[in-house]
């Protein structure tokens, strides 16, 4: 099983700023079978990217990803209000799918 | 627009059962695999099911292999999740997921819409 390992676990910033979340596979996710997911309390997740860096139909574009292998990252360029949430990689590599234990952004 | 709702959660004993329903509107169910996902309160979500487009092929997390059976319905555009031998452990939001593999991968998909869930509670 991959194990998705999320940093930092909470990150509090203004908006405006950049937010850079980090997500680390236990093993190699081939061909970049990453996604990443934002959830807002209540609320069901929502897929940003997927295949590591490709967005969702509506995503806009300050959402952009990076990485391969075992290093991925989730870049927010400014941070809207509506972006303080909490995000969730996903790795569809592999059996069992496995998803990250989320970072939580906050308002500073 | 895609939709998908979720019925059927509620509160169970330990060791009881439930039957979980999903309906699919918007887009051309008998097309797609699903999937169950959930999340227990304050975790990350968890992978519990995948059925393939045609019903022929299902998956299971350890979790609930031989206690949770999918099954769907294109006739209906309905997916379900029979849960058998409920532990407090199951306790979470239950919802449904459209799934989208990519080309040359596994069977295994990424979750592109999402229903609104179920909450299950399994508490005596």
């Known amino acids: 099983e991959i194990v998705l390992t999320q940093s930092p676990g909470t990150l509090s910033l203004s908006p405006g700023e950049r937010a850079t979340l980090s997500c680390r596979a236990s093993?190699?996710?081939?061909?970049?079978?990453l996604g990443w997911y934002q959830q807002k309390p209540g609320q069901a997740p929502r897929l940003l990217l997927y295949?590591?860096?490709n967005r969702a139909t509506g995503i806009p574009d300050r959402f952009s990803g990076s990485g391969s292998g075992t290093d991925f990252t989730l870049t927010i360029s400014r941070l809207e209000p509506e972006d303080f949430a909490v995000y969730y990689c996903?790795?569809?590599?592999?059996?069992?799918?496995?998803f990250g234990g989320g970072t939580k952004v906050e308002i500073k | 627009e895609v939709q998908l709702v979720e019925s059927g959660g509620g509160l169970v004993q330990p060791g009881g059962s439930l039957r979980l329903s999903c309906e699919a509107s918007?887009?051309?169910?008998?097309?797609?695999?699903m999937n169950w996902v959930r999340q227990a309160p304050g975790k990350g979500p968890e992978w519990l099911s995948y059925?393939?487009?045609?019903?022929?092929?299902?998956y299971f997390a350890d979790s609930v292999r031989g206690r949770f059976t999918i099954s769907r319905d294109n006739a209906k555009n309905s997916l379900y999740l029979q849960m058998n031998s409920l532990r407090a452990e199951d306790t979470a939001v239950y919802y449904c997921?459209?799934?989208?593999?990519?080309?040359?991968?596994?069977?295994?998909?990424?979750?592109?819409?999402w229903g609104q869930g179920t909450l299950v509670t399994v508490s005596s």
């Open positions: 918007g887009f051309t169910f008998s097309h797609y695999a």
């Open positions: 093993q190699s996710v081939s061909s970049t079978y």
């Open positions: 059925i393939a487009n045609g019903g022929g092929t299902a």
């Open positions: 996903q790795q569809y590599s592999s059996s069992p799918l496995t």
């Open positions: 997921a459209r799934g989208i593999a990519a080309a040359g991968s596994c069977w295994c998909p990424y979750f592109d819409s």
């Open positions: 295949g590591a860096s």
